[in-house]
């Protein structure tokens, strides 16, 4: 027999405080703020009902044992979003045209607005994703989270470890300084001799059989739009997996028998 949870409480502070409509609002900027909080979320989920859906997603119980390793997964996701965020900063200096792209770099670090300081946290932020995505993956083929149900999160995973790394590789020929251009001919150089796809993948990523005048922008595209909006569905995918299937207790952690099931399946 399968036994199904309860739905869990809408928690205390959403809740509307019960009052009659000739009521005045509680006294106080606080307190009226916390009113109209409260109004706005009711307002918006009489339209919506989607406090339901907030509430199977967000209250779950989780495993005995579960450890600061979990937060590795929600690491990779909090450098993620900050690669999308100051990306988007950059994005607004930044050139993606041969002649333009070096000086657009240039502007960004020495000139512009915190610049230098948002293209170092796009630059770290992107070593620091690589670590976490690296380390997380380690823990869930660790704790054998990859089995049964999970096989197709894993499958996932392995996709978005491999678009982290295109995202690397894309990335890095952008600043158009001599390291980032023959660091790039090197790698793509490489990439041509990988076996049957090998040559027509180095093709598509240079736009061309050689690096021409349009790698830069066939790069950039990757870049900034692809590979982020495929990493953004996948993401999403992944998060529905773990919330639908949770996540699995460390392996050091032994069953408990709970007589209680027992009583009711017999
Ligand atoms: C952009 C990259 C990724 C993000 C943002 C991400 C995010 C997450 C989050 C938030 C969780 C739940 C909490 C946790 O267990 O840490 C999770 C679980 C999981 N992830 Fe990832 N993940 C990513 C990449 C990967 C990779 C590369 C793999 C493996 C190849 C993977 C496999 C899994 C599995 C199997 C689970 C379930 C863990 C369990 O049930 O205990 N993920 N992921």
Redesign the pocket.
């Known amino acids: 027999m399968k036994l199904k949870l309860p739905a869990p409480p809408v928690p205390d502070p959403l809740k509307p405080a019960p009052r009659r409509p000739e009521e005045p609002p509680p006294e106080g900027v606080g307190g009226a703020a916390k009113e109209a909080g409260k109004s706005v979320v009711d307002w918006l989920d009489e339209r919506t009902s989607l406090s339901g859906g907030g509430r199977w997603l967000m209250f779950r119980k989780v495993p005995k044992g579960t450890n600061w ?9 909090f450098a ?1 979003l900050n690669q999308a965020v100051t990306g988007v900063f950059l994005a607004m200096y930044y050139d993606p045209s041969p002649t333009r792209a070096y000086e657009s770099a240039r502007f960004i670090t020495n000139e512009a607005f915190l610049g230098e300081f948002v293209r170092g946290m796009h630059k770290w932020g992107s070593t620091v ?1 690589v670590i ?3 380390l ?2 380690g ?3 660790f ?1 054998g ?2 089995k049964y149900p ?1 096989e197709l ?6 996709v ?2 491999v ?2 790394l295109v995202m690397s590789l894309t990335g890095y020929l952008l600043p158009f300084d001599q390291r980032s251009y023959w660091a790039t001919v090197v790698a793509m150089n490489i990439n041509g001799t990988g076996p049957l796809v090998g040559p027509y993948l180095a093709q598509f990523l240079l736009a061309g059989p050689v690096f021409g005048a349009t790698t830069l922008s066939r790069f950039y595209s990757i870049h900034m739009l692809l590979v982020p909006g495929l ?1 953004v569905a ?2 999403g995918f ?2 529905y ?2 919330a639908k ?4 207790a460390p392996p050091w952690i032994k069953a408990e028998p709970n007589p209680k099931l027992r009583e009711e399946s017999a």
């Open positions: 390793f979990y937060t590795l997964g929600s690491a990779t996701m993620f994703m976490l995505v690296f997380h993956m823990r869930t083929f704790f989270a990859y999970r999160n894993w499958v996932i995973g392995v978005l470890v678009l982290t990493i996948l993401i992944h998060l997996l773990v299937l949770g996540t699995t």
